[in-house]
């Protein structure tokens, strides 16, 4: 569904992807790990088009992502980002409209197609007008999670969704979307730093560092089977002894 190619990308002298190559299943859920300034969010973002690679090719569903099919293929592309990203002048309900809007969908089409994602979203019908900053953190991601799936698309990035959200949110919220990532069975990609998130979510994990790839496998592997001392202090920073997921270090 969705493939990296020796793509390197560069800001000034900061080589944030080092000729990276990935491949991204279809219907699976796939999460990038890593400390900040690992190149996590710049995959998403070569993906979804806002960057291009400086060397190497980005392919979205079998197609060579150009300047010139960039639009088409963005329509396959539901993408969520930390804060939500939602337009404060406009209702939650208009910014889950919008997409539907541009392409002059129906008003029914899209007082249906919201009312069902409300629903997906345990999203009260009646906050849907109410403006962003009238809604809590949570509320807001919810309404990002519905725009961004106001298509139908195939895919679905999501970069640190629940990082600003009190725990009690973000554990809410954590439940609810992988239920949802289950039900729909799209190509999930999620970028977060936090080891029991992804532990939480991933078919599979890949743990950059530095624009590259450190290991790329299910959870139990980077704790039972580290490929690099990193992988194993980067776990064990967050989540104390490995004995308390159950598995022996």
């Known amino acids: 569904m969705i493939e990296l190619a020796e793509a390197s990308k560069r800001y000034g002298d900061v080589e944030a992807l080092r000729r990276l190559s990935l491949v991204f299943e279809a219907a699976r859920t796939s999460v990038l790990l890593g400390s900040s300034g690992s190149g996590k969010s710049t995959v998403l973002q070569l993906i979804v ?4 690679p400086d060397t190497g090719e980005v392919r979205v569903a079998g197609e ?3 300047a010139q099919n960039v639009q088409r293929l963005r329509l396959q592309i539901g993408y969520v980002v930390q804060t939500g990203g939602l ?9 889950v409209e919008l997409m539907g809007r541009y392409l002059a969908y129906e008003d029914a089409r899209r007082r ?17 007008d109410r403006y ?14 519905m725009r961004a799936l106001l298509l139908d698309p195939p895919i679905l990035l999501l970069d640190e969704p629940l990082g600003a959200l009190d725990p009690i949110t973000r554990a809410e919220l954590q439940f609810e979307l992988r239920e949802i990532f289950r039900s729909l069975e799209k190509t999930v990609v999620l970028v977060t730093h936090d080891v029991r998130e992804a532990a939480f ?8 560092r530095g624009g590259e ?15 690099d001392p990193f992988v194993s202090r980067f776990i064990q920073a967050q989540s104390g002894p490995l004995d308390q997921f159950g598995l022996d270090s």
Do not use: K, W, Y
């Open 201 to 208: 979510f991933g078919d599979r994990l890949i743990l950059l």
């Open 213 to 227: 790839v450190v290991q790329d496998g299910s959870f139990g592997q980077l704790v039972s089977e580290p490929a």
């Open 112 to 128: 249906a197609r919201v009312a069902e994602l409300a629903e997906l979203a345990r999203m009260s019908p009646e906050l849907l």
């Open 132 to 145: 962003p900053c009238e809604l809590s953190g949570g509320q807001r991601q919810r309404v990002s999670l």
């Open 49 to 52: 088009g806002l960057l291009r």
């Open 64 to 66: 060579r992502l150009t």
């Open 87 to 95: 337009f404060p002048h406009l209702t939650a309900r208009a910014n």
